[in-house]
């Protein structure tokens, strides 16, 4: 699809981005988190 030039730049940067996209689809999802805190009820 790309030249060897462009991949070698679009990679990494594609790479650090996804962190970010994903956590923002985490938090779409699950805003309390993956791992909620419990709430301890008497």
Known sequence: MLDASSANQVGPALSSMAVYVLMAA?????PEGLFPARTRQA
Do not use: E, H, M, S
């Open 26 to 30: 985490i938090l779409a999802f699950r």
